[in-house]
């Protein structure tokens, strides 16, 4: 829906148009959530955790169910890492080499949106990691995605897990959602990223 909606016939996908659009669709469903919510207000307090992103739900049946679509995402974004590369040194130059700029903005997309929608339905909505990491492992490994993919991926699972951790213990026994808790963390580190010109 976000690339139909931001697609141009002459000017293909420009970056603020995916962002706007992606903040519409955002806001129609976070409308149909909230309504559903009205709506079964007794169903509410089973869907919450979800809704918050949590990882006390999760078992090792739901991990071995994940394992078989992480690998395929795996060797998906192993995929990407050259048009990925190649699109870090503008788009005049993609296009000089060859790159054909749609088609590679589609699949890294499409490649994302599967990472997100196979972690999603075992742990809900979490925020703010597939923001906050990326820069943190732009800072510290460079522009080479040989080496931020994979240390992404280990860095994320590090932050979640010190996420969960913290809802754990902060206010035990009383547990904090890991959403919530990327949320106040993330958020803010996020605004002070976008305030040193770093996002």
Known sequence: MVF????????????????????AV????????GMMSILYSDRL??????LNGSL????????????????IGWVAACVCIRPANILRLGEQTAQHIGLNLTMAR????????YLAAISVPMVGLIGFVGLVVP???????GSNYVVRIPF?????????LCADTVGR??????EIPSGIVMAVIGGPYFLFLMRRGGA
């Open 135 to 141: 820069h943190i492992v732009r800072m510290t490994t």
């Open 56 to 71: 006390t739900g999760a078992s090792k049946s739901d991990l071995h169910q994940l394992v078989i679509y992480s690998v």
């Open 26 to 33: 955002n806001s129609i469903f976070g409308g149909v959530t």
């Open 4 to 23: 139909t909606f931001a697609w141009q016939r002459h000017n293909g996908f420009q970056p603020l148009r995916v962002i706007l659009a992606g903040v």
């Open 169 to 174: 213990t902060v206010m035990s026994p009383l």
């Open 45 to 50: 307090p089973g869907a919450l955790g979800w």
């Open 106 to 113: 589609l699949l890294l997309c499409g490649v994302a949106v």
């Open 152 to 160: 992404g991926l280990l860095l994320g699972a590090l932050v979640l």
